[in-house]
T-cell receptor, first 113, second 113 residues
Framework: DAGVIQSPRHEVTEMGQEVTLRCKPI?????LFWYRQTMMRGLELLIY????????DSGMPEDRFSAKMPNASFSTLKIQPSEPRDSAVYFC???????????FGSGTRLTVV | DQQVKQNSPSLSVQEGRISILNCDYT??????FLWYKKYPAEGPTFLIS?????DKNEDGRFTVFLNKSAKHLSLHIVPSQPGDSAVYFC????????????FGKGTRLSVIA
């Protein structure tokens, strides 16, 4: 298995533009998590899905953020409109269970200028 | 409100010596703890875990100690090697249902040759 695949690896965009981050989880994993890494807050959970259903999106910072999982092999995190404070590394992870065994993707480094 | 706290942003250790990374938690409902290791431009990877029914777990050069009364855990690396230089995240899981892992801010370990 190729692991969790995220794209793009790097994204530089102008303030106000829409940004879409993509994730392909490991086949058979029931859980998918979106985390954001910043110096100030470390790894913070944005949203997670179980069997393609969003379970908890209380970590999504604002209405500008949205996430979808249309099927078991694909998820997107969208920011519209983007702001400089959204600059961070965004990680997707998948797992068979919530308790552990997470496999993280390599992340998307987002820079909003 | 940080439920998992890693109060040392960075740590430098000489090769061959012991590295001790600390983690405190506030939620007494946490019953399973993990350490993840992250290299630059990669996602975090699982390192070692411990259940709350134990106070020590060892895997090669890595040992995790848990002090439940103090709500404190630590990761010991003996002996430290230059390849251990990375960011280490402490994570915890609550014993109620399928809730995601809660991560700390991370500690950057530098092992100096």
């Amino acid at each position: 298995d190729a692991g969790v695949i995220q794209s793009p690896r790097h994204e530089v965009t102008e303030m106000g533009q829409e940004v879409t981050l993509r994730c392909k989880p490991i086949s058979g994993h029931d859980y998918l998590f979106w985390y954001r890494q910043t110096m100030m807050r470390g790894l913070e959970l944005l949203i997670y899905f179980n069997n393609n259903v969003p379970i908890d999106d209380s970590g999504m910072p604002e209405d500008r953020f949205s996430a979808k999982m249309p099927n078991a092999s694909f998820s997107t995190l969208k920011i519209q409109p983007s702001e400089p404070r959204d600059s961070a590394v965004y990680f997707c992870a998948s797992s068979l269970r919530a308790r552990g065994g997470y496999t993280f993707g390599s992340g998307t480094r987002l820079t909003v200028v | 409100d940080q439920q998992v706290k890693q109060n040392s942003p960075s740590l430098s250790v000489q090769e061959g010596r012991i590295s001790i990374l600390n983690c405190d938690y506030t939620n007494s409902m946490f019953d399973y703890f993990l350490w993840y290791k992250k290299y630059p431009a990669e996602g975090p990877t699982f390192l070692i875990s411990i259940s709350s029914i134990k106070d020590k777990n060892e895997d090669g050069r890595f040992t995790v100690f848990l002090n439940k009364s103090a709500k404190h855990l630590s990761l010991h690396i003996v002996p430290s090697q230059p390849g251990d230089s990375a960011v280490y995240f402490c994570a915890a899981h609550r014993n109620s249902g399928n809730t995601p892992l809660v991560f700390g801010k991370g500690t950057r370990l530098s092992v100096i040759a």
